[in-house]
């Protein structure tokens, strides 16, 4: 049972989703016959109506088809991989070192041979999914104004309560903004001042967005929810300060001038909120019941600071982390032990990945997932799967990957077979250690190397069972605290999570011929391409549609 929970049936929308008193709190319950007006007359509708909201980011509307077996079809994509996770899993992780993957759905090979246009369907499909979310925003601060909620005699707690609604909403649009940003670059712009319909939207420039997506945070900081007071699965006020110090960190990227000093300001006060801590064993974080991680000496919270929440019975799409169970799965791994009846043989891992961790034994399994290895991070599957990859689409060319499993901590199944039950956290306390790291590296003087190096130790202490011997030590005694290892730490750490694009772009690799992985280029060991690759393009179908939109440079008008 989840602790800080609100129960809601959604009666709006193309989509619509409840939180539930259980343990999950999400509820596909789509119904469009209710007018706006209707919705947002009551506290419970203004409930409802936020959940929408949050739902759009676990939810497509209707369960699709999973691995190139599409049931359902919007705009050329299949709309079981519509699912902002899995869109944005795609484009940050699929692009790089990270992973490879079998299938052959439009667009989708195109990535990992870096060969995208702006007709790829899965970076247009990011690029709506993240307007669609923004617009659902829009709706709901447009109808939730102090003057609108007096007019419907919505005041006292019901009204304070809407208000950390309108707050959160902020935020969830902040983050989307961030992720057009980064992705993007450049997109159409539009908040809740402007009324749906009633103008085309104009381009925001990379500079601007990140100006207004600092202004925005900062202002909703004072309005959120303290943090660890939210209910589970809804932004608090340590959620606002993670995404200002990820952003503050690739400051340099979106505007051309770092502010590595924020950075460090903003994770600080992450780390040094009371309730956040590492759980124990890393091979427990991203299970069924990931819920219910929690840190030494009890807790509420475990280092998730914000989810997307799934449930295997109530939210039921092939998106998520469905998708990060299911895909990897083929070959001669054993479906059981992932919770699944049977998985996709899709997505796979490199041999640039691998060689970050120690050297493995390449066919033990007896410890299950990570296979005796020192750094329990390396949760990888190595039996019948081959290190060199001669093809892409061949399941065993690529290092298995064991990461997210749809079991228990005690290792019962999840609650479906097909679908997950694993929350999928989109911030969490080990990104703030490695930001502050990097940060003060880069020059940052609101922090220290002394706190810095202690930051990555306990992530490293964690990552080791406990033990010291991963650590490593002072300035100036081999293996040092550099930026370099920073960014392997990172592709340790945060594996799989949808941060790799990024951060091999802010270290000016991601295009580059000075780092390769097989077939980057579509090269077989990997080639350099073109910069402007550093950015995706505006989809051509909004240009055509939008007047005021202009592509960006490599990728024609």
């Known amino acids: 049972m989840k602790k800080y929970s609100i129960i809601a049936v959604l009666t709006v929308g193309l989509l619509a989703v409840n939180l539930t008193s259980c343990k999950k709190n999400l509820v596909l319950a789509p119904n469009d016959q209710v007018t706006s007006l209707a919705v947002f007359s009551t506290p419970l509708g203004y409930e409802q109506a936020m959940a929408k909201v949050y739902g759009a980011f676990a939810l497509t509307g209707q369960s699709g088809g999973g691995g190139g077996q599409p049931d359902v079809t919007i705009n050329n994509i299949n709309e079981g991989a519509s699912d902002f996770f899995r869109e944005m899993w795609d484009v940050q992780e699929l692009t790089t070192d990270e992973a490879v993957i079998t299938y052959g759905d439009p667009g989708v090979q195109d990535l990992h041979n870096m060969v995208w246009s702006s007709g790829n369907q899965v970076l247009q499909g990011l690029y709506y999914r993240s307007l669609f979310q923004i617009t ?41 903004y961030w992720i057009l940003m980064d992705i993007f670059g450049n997109p159409p712009f539009v908040t809740d001042d402007t009324q749906i319909g009633s103008a085309i939207p104009k381009q925001i420039s990379r500079a ?24 589970y699965g ?32 903003y994770a ?37 600071i914000f989810t997307i929440n799934y449930d295997g019975l109530k939210t039921q799409t092939y998106g998520g982390t469905q998708y990060l169970t299911h ?3 083929g070959g001669s791994m054993p479906a059981v032990k992932f919770g699944e009846s049977g998985g996709y043989a899709g997505s796979r891992t490199t041999s640039n990945i691998i060689a970050l961790f120690p050297t493995p034994p390449t066919t033990d399994t007896t410890n299950f997932p990570n296979n005796n290895n020192p750094d329990t991070r390396a949760q990888f599957w190595y039996p019948g799967q081959k290190l060199v990859i001669s093809s892409l689409t061949t399941f065993t060319d690529g290092i298995g990957v064991t990461k997210f499993r749809n079991v228990t901590h005690t290792g019962a199944q999840g609650q479906d ?17 490695l930001i502050y790291a990097e940060a003060v590296l880069r020059g940052g003087t ?23 011997a991963g650590n490593i030590g002072q300035p100036g005694q081999p293996p040092q605290l550099t930026l370099q290892l920073i960014l392997d730490e990172r592709a340790r750490e945060l594996f799989w999570e949808g941060f790799r694009r990024t951060d091999l772009v802010r270290y000016g690799l991601f295009t580059s011929a000075s780092y390769l992985w097989p077939f980057k280029g579509g090269a077989p060991t990997g080639t350099g391409v073109p910069d402007y690759r550093n950015l995706m393009p505006i989809p051509a179908s909004d240009l055509g549609a939008n007047p005021n939109l202009k592509q960006n440079p490599g990728y024609g008008n």
């Open 136 to 176: 659902l925003v829009n709706n709901f601060l447009q109808q939730s104004t102090p003057a609108l909620l007096a007019s419907r005699n919505i005041t006292g707690a019901d009204a304070t309560n809407i208000g950390y609604f309108r707050a959160e909403a902020r935020f969830l649009r902040a983050y989307q």
């Open 208 to 231: 601007a967005l990140y100006a207004y997506i600092v202004s925005e945070l900062k202002a909703i900081d004072p309005l959120m929810q303290k943090p660890n007071l939210n209910q």
């Open 417 to 433: 077979p097909t679908f997950s039950d694993i929350d999928m956290p989109l911030f969490r306390l080990p990104e703030m250690y």
């Open 327 to 329: 895909a990897p799965v």
């Open 234 to 265: 809804r932004a608090d006020e340590a959620a606002v300060w993670a995404l200002l110090a990820r952003v503050y960190l690739n400051a340099a990227v979106y505007t051309g001038t770092p502010d590595y000093n924020n950075a460090i300001t």
């Open 268 to 304: 600080q006060k992450v780390i040094t909120t009371p309730g956040y801590g590492l759980i124990p064993n890393f091979t427990k974080l991203m299970l069924a019941d990931d819920n219910l991680n929690s840190i030494p000496g009890g807790g509420k919270t475990s280092e998730f």
């Open 446 to 468: 609101t922090g220290d190397a002394a706190t810095a190096l202690n930051y990555v130790n306990l992530i490293r202490t964690r990552a080791y069972g406990g033990s010291i």
